[in-house]
């Protein structure tokens, strides 16, 4: 099961390009969610 889930998330784990991009996605949407967590922070100091 948990073998079958891993192969969803990464099905071409050969391809070190394409792991490569997805790490890359993956940073650009944590930072987006840190940046809309901190601005909701602010907002609400204020």
Not at 2 to 16: N, Y
Not at 22 to 43: E, G, M, W
């Amino acid at each position: 099961m948990q073998r079958k889930l891993l192969l969803i998330i990464l099905p071409d784990v050969s391809l070190s390009s394409s792991l490569v991009q997805r790490a890359h996605f993956l940073t650009i949407y944590v930072n987006i969610y840190i940046y809309f967590i901190t601005n909701l922070k602010i907002k609400e100091a204020n």
